[in-house]
């Protein structure tokens, strides 16, 4: 079946323009999480969604990041007022529960 | 906190050597433990995973035995291939399903 995809691929934008990613998730999986994968900075853990709630934000570098997920499957990230730093692939990943993630190709994000 | 260590690379090795990826980590529970790669213009995919201690993890010709006492999950194979080249990350999750990632081992086999 279908794998996780994520719009757009790529993403270029100017410093302090707000961008949306986009992740459409396995269907029928219940839990979604967003990671940021940086030079410098590895893989990071962003948000995590079950069903359309998010009980853990706790990676969300600032308040200039937040996610919604909606009727329990596509989620968006939205990244507002741009900064170089947030220059990044940004990674989906689906899961059934707590089962096993199966992660999307990404979208690289780069701030000019 | 949680915390997930690798081996710096490049790894580089010739074709039909033997692989080692040291992985150690620091976790206040149990965690379940895990193995990802990244081939060259490609997502993450699950490589091999163990739950509890003692359990090995296995897939295409790879393993990894997740050690309690030395909190190690170290990645092995017998015989490595050009194909094998890759990233490889470990990594660790707890009961909030957020997964804490090593910072990748760059591994090249060369022909």
């Known amino acids: 079946g279908a794998g996780v995809s994520q719009s757009p691929s790529n993403k270029v934008t100017e410093k302090g323009k707000d961008v949306e990613l986009r992740c459409d998730p396995i269907?029928?999986?219940?839990?979604l999480y967003w990671y940021r994968q940086s030079l410098g900075q590895g893989l990071e853990f962003l948000i995590y969604?079950?069903?359309?709630?998010?009980?853990?934000k706790s990676g969300l570098p600032s308040d200039r990041f937040s996610a919604e997920r909606t009727g329990g499957s596509v989620s968006t990230l939205t990244i507002q007022r741009t900064q170089q730093e947030d220059s990044a692939v940004y990674l989906c990943?689906?899961?059934?529960?707590?089962?096993?993630?199966?992660f999307g190709p990404g979208t690289r994000l780069t701030v000019t | 906190g949680n915390s997930v260590t690798q081996m710096e690379g490049p790894v580089t090795l010739s074709e039909e050597a033997f692989l080692t990826i040291n992985c150690t980590y620091t976790?206040?529970?149990?965690?379940?433990l895990f193995w990802y790669v990244q081939y060259p213009g490609e997502g993450l995919q699950l490589l091999l995973k163990?739950?509890?201690a003692d359990d090995k993890g296995s897939n295409k010709g790879f393993e990894a035995t997740y050690r309690k006492e030395t909190t190690s999950f170290h990645l092995e194979k017998g015989s490595v291939q050009v194909s094998d080249s890759a990233v490889y990350f470990c990594?660790?999750?707890?009961?909030?399903?957020?997964?804490?990632w090593g910072a990748g081992t760059k591994l090249i086999i060369k022909p």
């Open positions: 969604f079950q069903g359309n709630s998010a009980p853990d």
């Open positions: 990943a689906s899961s059934e529960s707590s089962y096993e993630q199966y």
């Open positions: 990594a660790l999750r707890e009961m909030n399903y957020q997964l804490i």
């Open positions: 163990a739950t509890k």
């Open positions: 976790a206040t529970g149990y965690p379940s």
């Open positions: 269907s029928g999986h219940t839990a």
